[in-house]
Nanobody, 125 residues
Framework: QVQLVESGGGLVQAGGSLRLACTTS????????VGWFRQAPRKERDFVAR??????????DFADSVKDRFTISTNTAKNTVYLQLSSLKPEDTAKYYC????????????????WGQGTQVTVSS
C-alpha cells in the first residue's frame, strides 16, 4: 500500500508563493509518476502537473494555466515531490491533491491509483 501526504497549503495574497510537498511511503518503488491535481468547490478535480520517471530519465508536464508559474522538484532521499506555486492568482484557490501512479499516468485522474488527503490553498485578492 502506498500512502501520500500533502503539506504546505495555506492562505496567501495574490502574487505570492507557496511550496506544496507530497511525501510518499509504502511500496513506492512500484510507482513512477506523481501527479498534482486541484479541486475547487463544486468543480471537478483538474490536472495541474505531473512528474514521471523512466529508465531514460524524468519528464514533467504542466497544465497550460500554470506552466509559467508552477514548477516541480523532488527529494528522492525524502521520498518527497514538491510543487512550487508562484505568482498565485485567486483562481488558483482549491484543494490540492497529489497522487501516485505508474509511469504512464498522465493528466487523467483515472491514471492514478493512490491519493493523498489534500491540502488547501487559498489566494486572496
Amino acid at each position: 500500500q502506498v500512502q501520500l501526504v500533502e503539506s504546505g497549503g495555506g492562505l496567501v495574497q495574490a502574487g505570492g508563493s507557496l511550496r506544496l510537498a507530497c511525501t510518499t511511503s509504502g511500496r513506492t518503488f512500484s510507482y513512477f509518476a506523481v501527479g498534482w491535481f486541484r479541486q475547487a468547490p463544486r468543480k471537478e478535480r483538474d490536472f495541474v502537473a505531473r512528474i514521471g520517471w523512466t529508465s531514460t530519465g524524468e519528464s514533467t508536464d504542466f497544465a497550460d494555466s500554470v506552466k509559467d508559474r508552477f514548477t516541480i522538484s523532488t527529494n528522492t532521499a525524502k521520498n518527497t515531490v514538491y510543487l512550487q506555486l508562484s505568482s498565485l492568482k485567486p483562481e488558483d484557490t482549491a484543494k490540492y491533491y497529489c497522487a501516485g501512479g505508474h509511469t504512464g499516468a498522465g493528466r487523467s485522474v483515472n491514471g492514478y491509483d493512490f491519493w493523498g488527503q489534500g491540502t488547501q490553498v487559498t489566494v486572496s485578492s
